[in-house]
Structures are given as structure tokens and as C-alpha cells.
């Protein structure tokens, strides 16, 4: 006999019939409970635990429709196979609409019965991990997971937990490393429609050629590289969240089909003939100014305003100094458990200098600079010796803010600075300064280029 493999009840008032099921079921290694009387099987099954339920559909007392009801009311994993001698079509309809697994018309095969089973067991194994996932994610992205000491933190979470619930479309901005994806994440697992997808999407990262493909999908043959029919991500969002992140670098023509999208709420696949209908809730995040985008006539006026229904800005890491220290001891703890460490604290020097840095990459900086600090750690508490070479000594007096401020830079020219400043100290290693300034080396690339292209000789000046 082999291992058993789930809990069955089978309910049947027929006790040949019932005691032929429950031999066929232990023989092939399940764990059998049996009911006659189908009064006493929905007491039993409304205060046990089962993998799997066979019912017979006509019994006297309660019947097999009744008995499939209660049971998804009060247990709604539970599979329940219908068995019947009057087969028909309308009883097989009546029972997936009220949510049997399957319906077997006696006489049926005992080998069908067994493999009936088997699906049932893994179709529950599989919703109770799906739904196990769920419950893992939306605890990570609840609001009691978020760090917010300072007021303009508070502001935020409080004015995110009333946007949850609303459809409207929301636009987040921030400086690089605010945090814009996981305040979308927290919307859409705190919503009502966190049981689908939250489909992110890095507007920057991806070439225009590619860009409406990977959003609206294409037809097989749609163009050359088009061998095999792709769904895109407003599909794979359909009824959950689309993050667009990066929006503002979005190309012009793409920009005109999103609004096209979100007035009418269906896509057109490239190569497709028709249209199909979509309903996603689109969140967006930029760092750039949106507004001074459309009077460069480089975003449409349009589209943000159907983007921006509801705005959320982040503020920036120096401006919510409360929070600095209880997210530098939670990346520490992140840290401590991945690497396997055992650093327990920070030295009162390393938290002063924590405190004291400007922090131009924000909470993502943050997260880096401890991990760096662990990484580098000897003992169980973090020195400031351990913290990166921007960190780690004492910073210039009257430092890069304030000279920001004598000279009167703008933010671009101040993050024009800051990132040639760290590629001076980390000798031109540009994977090393993406990861200090906390953004993608593409990105990192991108910028330098512009700032070649302006000024040929900036490398030098600065």
C-alpha cells in the first residue's frame, strides 16, 4: 500500500456503494473517513478537516447540492467530487456553477474515481500555496511594515491608506531612492485588488522598438523577431495594478496608445485586428517634473493629467531624519539574516555620521551603506571604519550642501556634482558608484553621457 497521500470523505447512503469507495481510496493510500447519514457528514464537515469530499448527489436527508454549499461556505479549499446513478446535464451545470471540483455519472471506472482525486489534492495544495503567497506579501506590504517616525512619513501612509480603496489612478514622485515602487506595492496589496497581479514595469529600461510590445503584446508574424504570439502587461495586470515606473521617459508614441488605453480601457495587441477590453489601475512614478516635461513638449498634458488623478510625493531621506536610524537597524537586521552575521548595533560615531549625511540616494543609499558596513564588520557592532569611503570619515567642512548652497546649484547640478564626487572616490568604478548612489548602472551610464555631451571637459573641472 502506499504512503497515504490526504484525508477523504466520501458520503454515501448506499453502504455497498460505501464501503466498495473506501476500499478502492485505502488501497491506493488515502486516509478514509466514511458517512451514511447525510446530516452527520455536514456537522462533521463543518468542525473537521478534509482534503478531499465524495458526495453522493441523492440521499435522503441532506442532498449532495446542499451538502456542496455548505461546505464552500465554510470551507472553501475543500474539493468536493459529486457522484450520481441519474447523470444529466443540467445537474452537471448546476454542479460547477456551485463549485464542485468534478461530476462522475455511476457506473463510472474506479481508476477515473483515483485520478479525480489526485487533481482535487493538488488543485487544493496548490490554491492554499497561492493563497499562503498572498498572505506572505501582503504582510510584507502592510502598513505596519513601514518605517514612519517623522511626520512627512506619517503624511504619506495616511494619505495612502484613503487611495487603497479608490480606482482613480495615481501618480508618485520622488528623488531616486524614495521608495515610489514600494508605496505603489503597498496600494495595491492593501486594495481590493490584491488577489491579482502587481505587474511592474521600468519605463527607462526598455527600448521604444520594444516598449509597445512588452505592454500591449503582439500577434504571432506581427514583425520580423514575432515567431510566437505574446500577451502583453496590461493583460497580465487585467484586473489588478500596472506600475509604470520611470514614466517620464516614456517615448511620445507610446505615451498617445496609454492614453488611448486608459480613456476606452481595452488594447490592441501589435498584428491584431481587434480590440480587447482591460481593467487595470494604473500607478505611475517619476523623479523627473512632469509638468516641466509637458511645457517641453515632451510629455502629453493630456496623459498626466489622467496619470496625476491622485498624487503622492515622496519626501526625501534628509527631510525625515526620524526615520534614518529605525530603518538603518532594519536593513541591519535584513543584512544580519542573509549574510549570516551577527552584528547586533551601531556604534553612537557611526549612527552621528548616519544622521549627519544628506543621504542624495535616499532610503535605497541607505540600505546600501549597511550592507556595506555588514559586509565589512569584524566585530558585532558596526564602526564607523565599516561604513562606505563617503560615510566612513567625517564630511568636508563646510560640505556639499553647503557649498550647493553658496554657489546656488540647481538639484540637477547638485546630483551632477554628487555623482562625479563618488566616482572620484571610488577610483571611476561605475558598478561600485551605481551601487553607492543607489541606482541602476544604466542609468549611471545614461547620465554620464549627458553630462559629455554638455560639457566635454566636466570630467576634469569637477
Same mark, same amino acid.
Given at each position: 500500500?502506499?504512503?497515504?497521500?490526504?484525508?477523504?470523505?466520501?458520503?454515501? #447512503?448506499?453502504?455497498?456503494?460505501?464501503?466498495?469507495?473506501?476500499?478502492?481510496?485505502?488501497? *491506493?493510500?488515502?486516509?478514509? #473517513?466514511t458517512?451514511?447519514?447525510?446530516?452527520?457528514?455536514?456537522?462533521?464537515?463543518e468542525?473537521?478537516?478534509?482534503?478531499?469530499?465524495?458526495?453522493?448527489?441523492?440521499?435522503?436527508?441532506?442532498?449532495?447540492?446542499?451538502?456542496?454549499?455548505?461546505?464552500?461556505?465554510?470551507?472553501?479549499?475543500? =474539493?468536493?467530487?459529486?457522484?450520481?446513478?441519474?447523470? *444529466? !446535464?443540467?445537474?452537471?451545470?448546476?454542479?460547477?456553477?456551485?463549485?464542485?471540483?468534478?461530476?462522475?455519472?455511476?457506473?463510472?471506472?474506479?481508476?477515473?474515481?483515483?485520478?479525480? !482525486?489526485?487533481?482535487?489534492?493538488?488543485?487544493?495544495?496548490?490554491?492554499?500555496?497561492v493563497?499562503?503567497?498572498?498572505?506572505?506579501?501582503?504582510?510584507?506590504?502592510?502598513?505596519?511594515?513601514?518605517?514612519?517616525?517623522?511626520?512627512?512619513m506619517?503624511?504619506v501612509?495616511?494619505?495612502v491608506?484613503?487611495?487603497? @480603496?479608490?480606482? *482613480?489612478?495615481?501618480?508618485?514622485?520622488?528623488?531616486?531612492?524614495?521608495?515610489?515602487?514600494?508605496?505603489?506595492?503597498?496600494?495595491?496589496y492593501?486594495? =481590493?485588488?490584491?488577489? /491579482?497581479?502587481?505587474?511592474?514595469?521600468?519605463?527607462?529600461?526598455?527600448?521604444? *522598438?520594444?516598449?509597445?510590445?512588452?505592454?500591449?503584446?503582439?500577434?504571432?508574424?506581427? +514583425?520580423?523577431?514575432? /515567431?510566437?504570439?505574446?500577451?502583453?502587461?496590461?493583460?497580465?495586470?487585467?484586473?489588478?495594478?500596472?506600475?509604470?515606473?520611470?514614466?517620464?521617459?516614456?517615448?511620445?508614441?507610446?505615451?498617445?496608445?496609454?492614453?488611448?488605453?486608459?480613456? @476606452?480601457?481595452?488594447?490592441?495587441?501589435?498584428?491584431?485586428?481587434?480590440?480587447?477590453?482591460?481593467?487595470?489601475?494604473?500607478?505611475?512614478?517619476?523623479? /523627473?517634473?512632469?509638468?516641466?516635461?509637458?511645457?517641453?513638449?515632451?510629455?502629453?498634458?493630456?496623459?498626466? +493629467?489622467?496619470?496625476?488623478?491622485?498624487? !503622492?510625493?515622496?519626501?526625501?531621506?534628509?527631510?525625515?531624519?526620524?526615520?534614518i536610524?529605525?530603518?538603518?537597524?532594519?536593513?541591519?537586521?535584513?543584512c544580519?539574516?542573509?549574510?549570516?552575521?551577527?552584528?547586533?548595533?551601531?556604534?553612537?560615531?557611526?549612527?552621528k555620521?548616519l544622521?549627519?549625511?544628506?543621504?542624495?540616494?535616499?532610503?535605497?543609499?541607505?540600505?546600501?551603506?549597511?550592507?556595506?558596513?555588514?559586509?565589512?564588520?569584524?566585530? #558585532?557592532? !558596526?564602526?564607523?571604519?565599516?561604513? =562606505?569611503?563617503?560615510?566612513?570619515?567625517?564630511?568636508?567642512?563646510?560640505?556639499?550642501?553647503?557649498?550647493?548652497?553658496?554657489?546656488?546649484y540647481?538639484?540637477?547640478?547638485?546630483e551632477?556634482?554628487y555623482?562625479?564626487?563618488?566616482? @572620484?572616490?571610488?577610483?571611476?568604478?561605475?558598478?561600485?558608484?551605481?551601487?553607492?548612489?543607489?541606482?541602476?548602472?544604466?542609468?549611471?551610464?545614461?547620465?554620464?553621457?549627458?553630462?559629455?555631451?554638455?560639457?566635454?571637459?566636466?570630467?576634469r573641472?569637477?
Open positions: 500500500m502506499a504512503g497515504h497521500r490526504g484525508q477523504v470523505l466520501i458520503v454515501e #447512503d448506499d453502504r455497498e456503494m460505501l464501503a466498495l469507495l473506501k476500499d478502492v481510496c485505502e488501497d *491506493s493510500g488515502f486516509r478514509v #473517513d458517512e451514511e447519514n447525510s446530516h452527520r457528514a455536514l456537522r462533521r464537515v468542525a473537521e478537516h478534509f482534503d478531499v469530499v465524495v458526495s453522493d448527489i441523492e440521499m435522503v436527508g441532506v442532498k449532495g447540492f446542499d451538502l456542496l454549499e455548505r461546505i464552500k461556505a465554510c470551507s472553501p479549499l475543500t =474539493p468536493v467530487i459529486l457522484i450520481t446513478a441519474f447523470g *444529466s !446535464i443540467e445537474s452537471a451545470i448546476k454542479a460547477m456553477k456551485l463549485g464542485a471540483f468534478d461530476y462522475l455519472t455511476k457506473p463510472f471506472d474506479m481508476e477515473e474515481l483515483l485520478v479525480v !482525486i489526485e487533481k482535487a489534492l493538488e488543485n487544493r495544495y496548490l490554491k492554499s500555496e493563497l499562503r503567497l498572498q498572505r506572505e506579501v501582503q504582510g510584507r506590504y502592510g502598513f505596519s511594515q513601514v518605517i514612519a517616525k517623522s511626520d512627512a506619517k503624511g501612509l495616511d494619505l491608506s484613503r487611495v487603497c @480603496d479608490n480606482p *482613480s489612478n495615481i501618480l508618485i514622485t520622488g528623488e531616486t531612492g524614495t521608495g515610489k515602487e514600494m508605496i505603489a506595492r503597498l496600494i495595491h492593501n486594495g =481590493p485588488r490584491c488577489q /491579482k497581479a502587481f505587474v511592474p514595469i521600468n519605463c527607462a529600461a526598455i527600448p521604444e *522598438s520594444l516598449l509597445e510590445s512588452e505592454l500591449f503584446g503582439h500577434h504571432k508574424g506581427a +514583425f520580423t523577431d514575432a /515567431k510566437v504570439s505574446k500577451k502583453g502587461l496590461f493583460v497580465e495586470a487585467d484586473g489588478g495594478t500596472l506600475f509604470l515606473d520611470e514614466v517620464g521617459e516614456m517615448p511620445l508614441p507610446i505615451q498617445a496608445k496609454i492614453l488611448r488605453t486608459i480613456e @476606452d480601457r481595452e488594447i490592441r495587441p501589435l498584428g491584431q485586428t481587434r480590440s480587447m477590453k482591460v481593467d487595470v489601475r494604473v500607478v505611475s512614478a517619476t523623479k /523627473k517634473d512632469l509638468r516641466s516635461l509637458v511645457q517641453q513638449d515632451v510629455f502629453r498634458e493630456d496623459l498626466y +493629467f489622467r496619470l496625476n488623478v491622485i498624487g !503622492i510625493k515622496l519626501p526625501p531621506l534628509r527631510e525625515r531624519q526620524e526615520d536610524i529605525p530603518l538603518a537597524h532594519l536593513f541591519l537586521e535584513g544580519c539574516e542573509r549574510f549570516g552575521k551577527k552584528v547586533r548595533a551601531m556604534s553612537p560615531e557611526t549612527i555620521r544622521v549627519e549625511y544628506p543621504w542624495p540616494g535616499n532610503v535605497r543609499e541607505l540600505q546600501n551603506a549597511v550592507e556595506h558596513a555588514v559586509s565589512l564588520a569584524e566585530g #558585532d557592532v !558596526i564602526s564607523p571604519g565599516d561604513l =562606505p569611503p563617503v560615510l566612513g570619515e567625517e564630511q568636508d567642512t563646510p560640505g556639499l550642501v553647503a557649498r550647493a548652497a553658496q554657489r546656488r540647481t538639484v540637477s547640478e547638485l551632477r556634482v555623482i562625479m564626487k563618488i566616482l @572620484d572616490e571610488t577610483g571611476g568604478n561605475k558598478t561600485r558608484a551605481a551601487q553607492i548612489l543607489g541606482m541602476d548602472r544604466k542609468t549611471l551610464y545614461r547620465k554620464l553621457h549627458e553630462y559629455q555631451a554638455t560639457d566635454p571637459s566636466s570630467r573641472n569637477i
